[in-house]
Every structure is written in structure tokens, then in C-alpha cells.
């Protein structure tokens, strides 16, 4: 098995935007106070704190939808001649939870937004919309020519992704992407999220309420109260230092649990052992930790065997809570353990086949390092 390894780390990169001291007024309300935050190039920063402690302030002022009272916004990889306010906005992608397509648009219209708008060739953006339905795994054959209203919630929030990739901008701001979906939906949008991440790395500025969602996704992980930074860290350095109560509340009471969220199946999976249905126990060495999988003739798996405890136990496996992907975390290989009954849980791709397996004293020595 590989080095462990979850988040990209933030001393490997440089600084792409910062906010030195930026304050920021409505009234008499300070939304944000003497905010200084250091953006790293290429990883995902999450904002997180409670609603109304300044996240998407933070993330307007990033894109000059908001003036900051005082203090400013330097961008330090941004092309100069990309500061005048309007193609500042076209150079970073902005996804929203409420995802604002334009309802009278098809799906290809709403993607091929901002690249007409910078006056792109024809041909080119065409082809630029097929490839990006398809990284967010929607079939341009299918979806290129259906209006928002003709679209699933997950479907949409994915359409919002596809368009905020529009141009190919070097930022993404996104403000509760995944917010109006349910939990299954939006841990398969977290899943592709990071599956897309890993590709592009793009500076990601991400505003979430939700901690588990915060902890899987960022490298660099911010946390906010009435309009002022509590702690920026890695996720991991924050679950085992929160910088005070507040914090340590915040994150919950299950830390340890929560830092299974930091780590992806691909990451900590060995190899699985595919049998063929015909082979009976004998062929089973009753080493406890690793499963048999018995998969069909496209390599899908059907059931799983292990010893346990000196019996020997096969169950059938459900497709649809049994097995994970590969960019699933620690925590569902966990939930995928407990329903099956088995040492492992199977991991398969994205055309449902076994690559591997996650174990569980995998999960064990991980919890307590
Ligand atoms: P969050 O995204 O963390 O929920 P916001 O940045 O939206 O917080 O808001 C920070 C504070 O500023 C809140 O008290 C909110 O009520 C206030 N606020 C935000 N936008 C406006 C606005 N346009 N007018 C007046 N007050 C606002």
C-alpha cells in the first residue's frame, strides 16, 4: 500500500489571492473585521462558520461584488490586465447553491455562457461544452439540448460546476454548491468533486456549513465567527488542535470519526482477491483481514467471503450500499463494513467492477495514528 497520504499540502505551494485586513460594513453590522486570509494556489480553501459570520462576504469581496470599507485584495497570479472588475469576475468561475441557470437557456447555452461572452470561436466552445458535461458526468448527447426545468437537483448543481468551468477560469468560488441536495446526491457530488479537483487543481475558495462536507473537501481549511478568523489550517492539524472551544465545538464530539472523512478509498486500499463462484472455502486461506470477492463475468461483485472469528461468512452484496468508489471516504468504506458483516469493504470504478479493497484494521490503524 501506498504512503498515506490525503489532502496536498499548503507549504507546497504559493499564495494566489490574499485579503490583508479587509473590513466590511452593511449598516451597522460588520460582517467582516481586519480579515487577512492567504489563498493557496491550486488547493481548496473552505470557509466554514456559522450562518452570518461573513463566508460569502469573504468570497463576494474575492470577486469585487463587494467593496471592502477597509483594507485590500491583492492577486498575485492573476494577468494584470484581468483587474478591471468585469474580467476579474470572468476569471474566476462562480458556482452558487441555488445554481442560477438561466431557465430559458438549454444546458449547452447556460455552459457556453462565459466563452461566448469572451468571444471564443464556434467550434471550439462547442466542443469545450461536450467535454465538460462529460467530466461532470452528464452525456452531452443527452443533456446538451434540455432546459434547467427538465433537470434533477444533483443534475443542475453539476450543469452550475460545468458552467463555472466555462472559460477554464485559474479560481472557482463556490457558495454551497452542493446545498440543495440530498445527503446521497451530495456525497456523490463531493466524490466527483474531488475526482475532478485532483485533475484540474484549480484555487478553489468553497463555502460550506457543513463540517463533514468541509473536512473531506478542503486542503486548507478556515473557520469563522462574527466576521473574524478563528483558525486556518489543514483539516487534520485542526481536528487534532482546535485553536479553542469554540472551535472544538464546532467540530463536533465524534473528531475521530470525522478524520476518516480525510482520507479516500484509493488512498488506502490493497488489493482485492476476485474468486470465481465455483471455489469453495477450502481455496480460502482464513488470513482474517481480506475478504474473497466472488464478481461475475464483467468483474462486478456479487458476494464477499472472509473468516471471521473462525467461521467462515458469505454475503451477498447490494450494488447500491455495499460497494464504494474510489473517491469515497474512510467513513462510507466504514458504513459499507458494518452493513455487509464483512472485514473489507469492495471498492469498485466508475463501471461498478472490483479494484480493490478497503480493509478494517486499515481503518483501525489509521484512526488511532
Ligand atoms: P454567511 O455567508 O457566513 O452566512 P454573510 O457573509 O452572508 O454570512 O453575512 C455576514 C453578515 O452580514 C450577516 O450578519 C448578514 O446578515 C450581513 N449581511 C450580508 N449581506 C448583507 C446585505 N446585503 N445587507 C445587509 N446585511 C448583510
Redesign the pocket.
Known amino acids: 500500500m501506498e504512503t498515506l497520504k490525503n489532502h496536498p499540502t499548503i507549504a507546497e505551494t504559493t499564495t494566489f489571492l490574499k485579503t490583508d485586513k479587509i473590513t ?1 460594513r ?2 451597522n ?1 460588520v ?2 473585521q481586519d480579515v487577512t486570509l492567504y489563498i493557496p494556489a491550486n488547493r481548496v480553501t473552505v ?1 466554514i ?10 468570497l ?1 469581496c474575492l470577486n469585487a461584488l463587494v467593496k471592502p470599507l477597509s483594507g485590500h485584495i491583492e492577486y498575485h497570479d492573476l494577468p494584470t490586465q484581468a483587474l478591471g472588475e468585469t474580467d476579474l469576475r470572468r476569471s474566476m468561475g462562480y458556482a452558487i447553491q441555488s445554481v442560477g441557470l438561466m431557465p430559458h437557456m438549454t444546458v449547452e447555452e447556460n455552459v457556453d455562457l462565459v466563452p461566448k461572452l469572451l468571444g471564443w470561436r464556434k467550434n471550439s466552445r462547442t466542443e469545450r461544452v461536450s467535454r465538460l458535461l462529460k467530466l461532470v458526468r452528464m452525456d452531452p448527447d443527452v443533456y446538451r439540448n434540455k432546459y434547467p426545468d427538465e433537470l434533477s437537483g444533483g443534475e443542475a448543481q453539476r450543469v452550475g460546476v460545468a458552467r463555472a468551468l466555462g472559460a477554464d477560469p485559474p479560481v472557482l468560488l463556490m ?1 454551497e454548491p452542493f446545498g440543495a441536495v440530498d445527503p446521497l446526491t451530495r456525497e456523490q457530488l463531493q466524490n466527483e468533486f474531488i475526482r475532478i479537483q485532483r485533475q484540474l487543481k484549480k484555487t478553489v475558495v468553497f ?1 460550506t ?1 457543513d463540517i463533514d462536507e468541509a473536512v473531506r473537501l478542503a486542503d486548507y481549511l478556515v473557520i ?1 465567527k462574527d ?1 473574524i478568523i478563528v483558525q486556518a489550517d489543514s483539516p487534520e492539524h485542526i481536528l487534532a488542535n482546535p485553536a479553542d472551544t469554540f472551535v472544538e465545538r464546532f467540530l463536533g464530539p465524534d473528531r475521530s470519526l470525522k478524520r476518516l472523512t480525510l482520507f479516500t478509498a484509493d488512498r488506502c486500499m490493497d488489493k482485492a482477491i476476485s474468486v470465481h463462484d465455483s471455489d469453495g472455502k477450502e481455496n480460502h486461506n482464513d488470513d482474517t483481514s481480506c475478504c474473497h470477492w466472488v464478481v461475475d463475468k464483467n468483474g462486478c461483485p456479487v458476494s464477499g467471503r472472509a473468516w471471521i472469528q473462525g467461521k467462515f461468512v458469505e454475503r451477498q452484496i447490494n450494488s447500491d450500499t455495499h460497494t464504494v468508489q474510489t473517491y469515497s471516504s474512510l467513513k462510507e468504506c466504514m458504513s459499507s463494513i458494518l452493513s455487509l458483516g464483512l472485514t473489507a469493504a469492495p471498492v469498485v470504478d466508475d463501471d461498478g467492477r472490483l479494484c480493490g479493497e478497503v480493509r478494517f484494521e486499515t481503518i483501525q490503524r489509521i484512526s488511532i495514528s
Open positions: 466590511v452593511y449598516g453590522t460582517a467582516l470557509l462558520g456559522p450562518s452570518g459570520c461573513g463566508k460569502s462576504t469573504t463576494r457558495d463555502v456549513h469563522m466576521g
